[in-house]
């Protein structure tokens, strides 16, 4: 290689070296730059972050509102949390309580979860001897401590009973669910407290509405007018009441919503009772004494406020618009009544506000809510508002099962929300002296100036019911009441101050939407177990001496279809009449059903032989004619047959001879204006002129038709005796003298087997139970048993009482039916109704096992759905076994049967069958019908049956099939025997229809 070669490679390599050093120095040169850069950078981040830094601490602590940057230097506005808060205290400042949107949200839910409002939860009862449950959750406790008072739930620490998931009752109403707890109570019983009985010092004119508080009870009987009359026969109604209220308004609130809530004290939290006026807790004007626990709401700290808000059953929400916590609360009401009766119990049978008597224009109930007078009855001068049904315009919202409150003077509540729902009727006794004539209802010993004394005293009797009220103990003794401890009654009902089971109708309804078929068959256990609840009233009967004639022919029958009240008559031409010409009638009849029980008219001659008959068509028509309706057993208004009728017509004529003086007394029996579950029962024994001598204003009681005469006579009571030991009066010279006795009933024939002289009188005094079922028309079906059910057992527990009230015998036979139910095997039923063709009525299998001995009864039943409420339907008839001849028959031969015979088959492919006939028919009968399964004889040609498998001995005449009618009618069966059929329902709902 040249040295120019080498020059040039050195000088090449050189100029590389030379631009590399430089690129060098320019990359040093920019990465110098670059630091410089991330330097500012950095420098600029920590000023940024150091200013958001105090932003943030500015945004924790302070109001308004912070400037925060990123990192490209663009600025944000934030507010600051106190800001978040409150604008978030703006829509509900306690997030941990529910909003009026949440709460009305669970409202709504509630109202499709349940049927109405009602019960969700009866809760418990006590279940010691002495304290009777009316039902689940609701029980008598008599005690000195507690007079005048019913108990609703219970105590864990006592003796409980029940099905209810709680202790105590648990209240749907307009969708807010209320728990029932500690009213007017420390424990978790709930105390419904009344006013006092009727002391006769008051006046009611049910021609004003006006109530009248007299000095005394001498002034109130001499105020008396036509339309003014004392009160001695009361009802008071019992219900919750249910209202939104802010707290603010009263700056009080109350655990659980209870304005009555008895305990000082709640989680810790010293609670008082004088924060607002006394009227506000009160039941009722009347009470003066009850005072409400709560706790003034702006003296709460923080955390006691949130046990209230956070604990839903006290029922609290925060309303946005109204800036307010709102409460809903309740309290129980106890109203006084006026007097007379009471029918309009549930919110959905007619349109006009609550009060009452839906059909009268007695004063509304008042709706007291939030205000904190109380007041019972709303009037043109005193009140805040009334209560109106589910079917009234008025009406904002629709419940079923509550009255909504409208306010017409005043609010009656936040967003105007009032509700009611009922609980019970109680019927009062009074603190008057008990006396049969002049006052059933008294409790007291009659006062002789110095010393008790019974109403039937030899030597100190009053006379009227003024005096029942004035001549009583004022010293503690003897005065009715609990804490006197003795009574002048003589039945289950001793103190005036006592709230006993038997005197209260249970209003309450379950609000839960309830299986159909579940409740079908758990009310039908209940009636047969005789536990259902009734009411019915205790008689009252007059008897008095209509007036005299002398018979002056023979008897005559006439029959007529415009005879009234039946299409037949007798008569007989009289002489001497005291009636004068008087075209007045007494009818003991009602149209279209039987006898009612107590009516009677009665001849006596001046031979000593006497007559029954059922009503006098005319008294003395003419001066000289006398027509009359005779008295029939089994008789229906009139419809026996002729034949029966002639052999009346010659029994008149044998008891009185043409020339016989005839004295006649009217029986009636009218009814007390009281209602009992469970009955004071009085039966009268005695001829009628020694019981019109003996009570010549009346008597308390029902009269048996059995005339004594000093032989051995079977007396039937009226009604059904719990106990077989009555009490008895007794007097044989017309009430100047009595003794008081004991005695036995028979306990199955209910009956009394005695020989009392023909002038004696007595009074037979029981405790029995009312009818729990009434005569209706058929109603919209809902559900319907495939089975029937029959019995005629004499305990109450297994059937008889179901059977009274159903076809009002009591008597009962001495064993109990081992099957009881049958099944139906054919029912005709569309979508809402069972068919009431005589071809479509339902059919069952032979009624068996049924002691022969006393009547019985059969019935369907089924749910049906009455204005909004469900009741058990029973329809069915009354049961009597005959005993028959038995007409031998060969089953080979042509032969002539007829309808309801008894034929024994003794020759042919039949011989040994006994059989009775369901239709006339003519027939070789083995080649012309066949035996089914049940040794039933059916037609080839039909495939009907017309002959069932019998007893040789006598038969129920029964035809296996259901009458489907409207009410009460009567029907002929096999036997000819006239019996009862009829449709009926509860006499209380069992629960609120809906569509779930």
Known sequence: MTIESQLAQLQQAATEQTEASVQLANNITEGLQEIDQVKQDIAQTYQTVNQNNQALNDWQTQSGSVNLKDLNGNSHTLPTLKSLIADAQSVNPHPHVMTKAQFDALRDMRKQQYAGSGFVEWGKHNYSANNVNVNEGIWQYIAPSVRNTLIMGEAASNKIAGTSNTIYPVVNIDGVTHHVSRVAHTSTQSILKFPSAPDGTKTYDSASGTVTQHSNAEAAFAAETDSNKVITSRKDLVFLESWHEKIADKDVVYPLGNVQYGANNY?????????????????????????????????????????????????????????????????????????????????????????????????????????????????????????????????????KGDFEGFGTRKMLGHDSKCFAIPIALVQRLNQGAYHPTYNPLGTAYVWNGSTTVNWYNQYYKISSTKQAFIDIPTNGNGEGSILSGSSGRHDQYKYHDAIYAGQLEDLRLSAKKQNVNELREETMRKAVAGTLRGKSKVPFTHIKKAGSFTKRSDTAYETHSSFNPSQWRLSFEVSNSTFGNSGGSFNGYKTGADKPSGDWVYYVGSNGQSFLSASIVHFSYGENQHYFLPWIEDDINGQTLTSVRESIRQQVDEFFPIGTDIDVYVIKADEIDAEFDSLPWVDIIGSPENIAATFPDGVVGQWIPTIPDGTSKSYQLNKKAVSTSPTLYVTDDNGSTWIQTGSTIHPYANIRNVAPSAGKVELWCYEAKAKFTEAASLSKLLNMSSDVWSGNYSQPSLGNRLKESLIDKSGGADRDNPRGYYKLEYKNIDDIHISTRVEHQPKHAPITDLSPNTEAVKSIYSIVEKSGLMYLQLNGAELKYQYKEVLPVNSSILQAYSKGKLYHFVVGAFKGLVVQLLMDVTCIMEEKCYLNSEGEIVSFTTGNVIGIASSAKGSWGDDQTIPIIDGENTKTDLNGNTVKVFSHHTLFPIGIAHNG
Do not use: C
Request: hydrophobic fraction near 30%.
């Open 267 to 399: 989680k810790g939290i010293a609670l008082r009772n004088n924060l607002v006026a006394q009227g506000y807790s009160a039941f009722g004007e009347w009470d003066t004494g009850t005072k409400g626990h709560g706790i003034k709401w702006s003296s709460l700290t923080e955390a006691q406020k949130a046990i209230f808000l956070g604990e839903p059953e006290h029922n609290i929400y925060y309303d946005p618009k109204a800036k307010a916590y709102i409460q809903v609360r309740y309290r129980m009401r106890v109203i006084e009544g006026l007097g007379g009766g009471f029918d309009y119990t549930y919110p959905v049978h007619v349109t006009a506000s609550w009060r009452p008597k839906a059909g009268s224009y007695s004063k509304y109930f008042n709706a007291r809510g939030k205000n904190i007078t109380a007041i019972d009855y709303y009037s043109e001068s005193l009140g805040y508002g009334y209560f109106n049904p589910l079917n009234n315009i008025q009406r904002t919202i629709t419940n």
